[in-house]
């Protein structure tokens, strides 16, 4: 059974198309993820869905309520941790809390067992104000907060931007109890690491949804062999991948460029690279990330 379906969403914000017709279903306890930069449309359907926001036009449901209609029914059973911090500051970890719990006619006490393993560990500064928090503790209290009517839904928009590695590790293992639970969860982020983590993902680009899969279908559908590709001049190195045309795509990828080729060996590549000057030559057949994919699907734009 599906807790979220969305038909044919579209909203504009004047001339920006921020959603073209966007489609897709969550099912029921699973963790689907939006994968895609800044300015994708990833918040704007987040804001929709929480009924916070109104579709130009085509139609959505949450847990079997209409995001139109039923938006009463969505605000009291669904739980939203929106990108940006947006707690009471002057108040502490505790306050917060009991703020959020009396707001949907509950306890801390009553629903604690959700939230525990999390607070356990901003419990020692429940006393300290969430503005003097850090990044990783205020995204601790965000999702308690979150959690703390029992929602069956969670809707969290890019939770692990400009948080420590370590925060974000322990914030997905987080998620994977959440899971257990049986609560649904949607959740965006521009981190294309963090797609593995999810059960299903959808690639979003300006607006439009480019694949729908699982992360491990959407690897295996990459259809080119993938080279990494390093010299002494990364920067030249760039250049003359991208201007040779034997040469499918070639992206920048940290300290390597990862390319495709058509009708071209990594042989007879060295001996190019090695005409232009190039030195420390290193050609390394590689397997696709998330990245990869994206990159390719966009290409495809």
């Avoid at 006619?105 to 999390?118: A, R």
């Avoid at 299903?200 to 590709?229: C, Y």
């Avoid at 990862?258 to 050609?283: A, C, F, N, Q, R």
Wanted: glycine residues 6%.
């Amino acid at each position: 059974m599906a807790s979220i379906i969305v038909e044919n969403i579209k909203r504009n914000y004047g001339a920006v198309e921020a959603l073209k017709g966007i489609s897709f279903e969550v099912k029921e306890g699973e963790i689907f993820g939006l994968i895609g930069p800044d300015g994708a449309g990833k918040t704007t359907l987040f804001r929709i869905l929480t009924t916070l926001l109104l579709a130009d036009s085509g139609k959505a449901t949450v847990d079997g309520d209409d995001v139109v209609k039923g938006y009463k029914s969505i605000r009291r059973k669904v739980g939203y941790m929106p990108g940006k911090f947006s707690l009471y500051l002057d108040l502490t970890v505790e306050e917060n809390l009991r703020v959020f719990a009396t707001i949907f006619n509950t306890t801390i006490e009553e629903n604690y067992y959700l939230i525990e393993d999390i607070y356990k560990q901003i419990e020692p500064f429940k006393k300290r104000r969430a503005g003097d928090l850090s990044g990783g503790m205020k995204q601790k209290l965000a999702l308690c907060c979150a959690l703390i009517h029992k929602p069956v839904v969670l809707f969290l928009d890019e939770p692990t931007t400009g948080v420590d590695p370590v925060s974000r590790k322990e914030f997905w293992a987080m998620l994977g109890k959440l899971k257990e639970s049986g609560i649904t969860i949607l959740v965006s982020t521009p981190y294309m690491d963090e797609a593995s983590l999810c059960d299903r993902i959808a690639l979003i680009q300006n607006g439009s949804f480019m694949k729908i899969d699982t992360p491990k279908a959407i690897i295996e559908d990459f259809d080119h062999e993938l080279w990494a590709v390093s010299s002494s001049n990364m920067s030249v190195l760039l250049k003359e991948l991208r201007a040779k045309k034997e040469i499918l795509s070639c992206y920048a990828f940290g300290d390597t460029h990862h390319i495709t080729m058509d009708d071209l060996d990594p042989e007879s590549l060295s001996i190019y690279l090695i005409e232009k000057g190039h030195k420390d030559i290193k050609v390394v057949k590689i397997k696709a990330s998330i990245e990869d994919c994206f990159m390719e699907l966009s290409s495809l734009e």
